[in-house]
């Protein structure tokens, strides 16, 4: 397997055992830091997981493993679009923190080769519980392996069953299904879609152009022109965005203005009926409506294309200037086992698929449906920046706001995005 390949085969492959957490509840918290003066002694962590539940259980995981009485760690939680924007001023700064929780593939690779990530090869030798697709992913260019994962997740067309219910309309089947019932609940006066990609987070309508391009060209070639080795301008490419103007009709109005925590509102207030997100989206939901939440799998467009899903993976990597670097070996090491990544999924209230193969945690009918999702997908992809790079993902988010408030300056908006892209690729 390269290490730009992803297959559902090698991602599953151990995979049996896992088990899954409930949804979070609240909604994002924020805190100060990001490459700061180190505390003596302590490892230091730098945390994007701001949302309540998933800070607690981080803050869980960090009191665990300072109960074990060895090396110590501090925990920094920055709120998740500044850590986002600001991660790379992190890792560069004259003195960074020792760990970050951040995204396995391709973005982990990007800043591993420019010898930022500390190699922690000898961590995973002593690993155990990961599976080959696992690794591969947390594998740098040079064959070190430079993080540590410990849970994915998945993304979906997210509802409220009460309110389909409501409305006398059944989830879709395939393509065709999914126009008719966005038909169906327009004519109701209900935005049949919302997005959520104003404001810090225009990143999500990336989610849009992922399952398009994967759902019409397939996997690998969606790798390959997130890897340069296509290109935006491509008649694929332009196929994409012919599908996704037929649907535009039926987005919130308000789809590039608001963030997704406001979108997640408007989905649970009814205002909207569905929405493509991962399932972090519930950090903005009250916990009295949770069992409420279902979701259906993007729809299929062509049979004939293998069907592949979005399932990223998170996890832990250190600054290759780390001032603890047997403390930081021992902290990633922890996390690594099944005990650590158990604690992690119970003490949080998100939907958590651990890593690890012999990690436990409580189920539910949605996370089963969830990982059944994944388990059926002839392939699994990451997510718009983690199959390329951080640095591509604002590239994304210019061309595909622009789409939305220009859709019949297709051609121009695929050159700029073009010519953006090679400017990233060349740096």
């Given at each position: 397997m390269s290490n730009d390949s992803f297959s559902r085969r090698g991602f599953l492959a151990g995979f049996g055992s896992l088990g899954a957490a409930t949804l979070l509840g609240g909604c994002a918290t924020s805190a100060t830091g990001g490459g700061g003066a180190q505390t003596s002694g302590a490892v230091?962590?730098?945390s994007n997981l701001s949302a309540p539940a998933a800070k607690a259980a981080m803050q869980a995981l960090v009191d665990a493993f300072n109960s074990r009485k060895g090396a110590q760690a501090t925990l920094n939680t920055i709120a998740s679009e500044t850590y986002r924007t600001q991660l790379p001023s992190y890792l560069t700064s004259q003195q960074p923190s020792d760990l970050y929780t951040w995204y396995v593939g391709s973005v982990a690779r990007s800043y591993a080769d420019k010898g930022l990530?500390?190699?922690i090869s000898d961590v995973w030798q002593n690993a155990t519980g990961y599976n080959a697709a696992a690794k591969t992913l947390s594998t740098a260019g040079d064959g070190k392996q430079v993080i540590v994962p410990i849970s994915y997740y998945w993304w979906g067309c997210f509802y409220r069953?009460?309110?389909f219910a409501e409305w006398g309309v059944q989830?879709?089947?395939d393509w065709n299904g999914f126009m008719a019932l966005c038909e169906t609940l327009k004519n109701k006066g209900v935005a049949p879609i919302g997005m959520g990609a104003g404001g810090t987070t225009p990143w999500v309508a990336s989610a849009w152009f992922d399952y398009l391009n994967i759902r019409i060209n397939?996997?690998?070639?969606h790798r390959d022109l997130l890897a340069g080795k296509r290109k935006f301008t491509d008649p694929q490419v332009k196929a994409v965005f012919d599908r996704w103007k037929t649907v535009l009709p039926y987005f919130d109005p308000s789809a590039t203005a608001i963030p997704f925590q406001d979108a997640t509102t408007s989905l649970l207030q009814g205002r909207t009926a569905m929405m493509l997100i991962g399932t972090f989206f519930a950090d903005s939901a009250p916990k009295d409506q949770l069992d409420d939440i279902d979701f259906f799998q993007f729809p299929i467009i062509d049979p004939a294309v293998p069907v592949a899903e979005e399932g990223p993976?998170?996890?832990?990597?250190a600054s290759a200037r780390s001032a603890h670097v047997a403390q930081t070996k021992e902290f990633l090491t922890y996390v690594a086992t099944a005990e650590a990544q158990e604690l992690y999924a119970k003490a949080s209230t998100s939907t958590v698929l651990p890593v690890n193969t012999a990690a436990k945690a409580a189920s539910t009918p949605l996370v089963e449906k969830g990982k059944k999702l994944l388990d059926s997908a002839a392939e699994i992809t990451q997510f718009?920046?983690?199959?390329s790079s951080d640095a591509l993902q604002p590239t994304a988010d210019t061309a595909l706001i622009k789409f939305f408030n220009q859709p019949n300056n297709v051609d121009t908006i695929l050159s700029e995005w073009?010519?953006?892209?090679?400017?990233?690729w060349a740096s």
């Open positions: 230091t962590i730098e990530l500390l190699d069953k009460s309110k989830p879709p089947a397939g996997a690998p070639y993976m998170d996890g832990f990597f718009f920046n983690r199959d073009q010519s953006a892209a090679e400017k990233v």
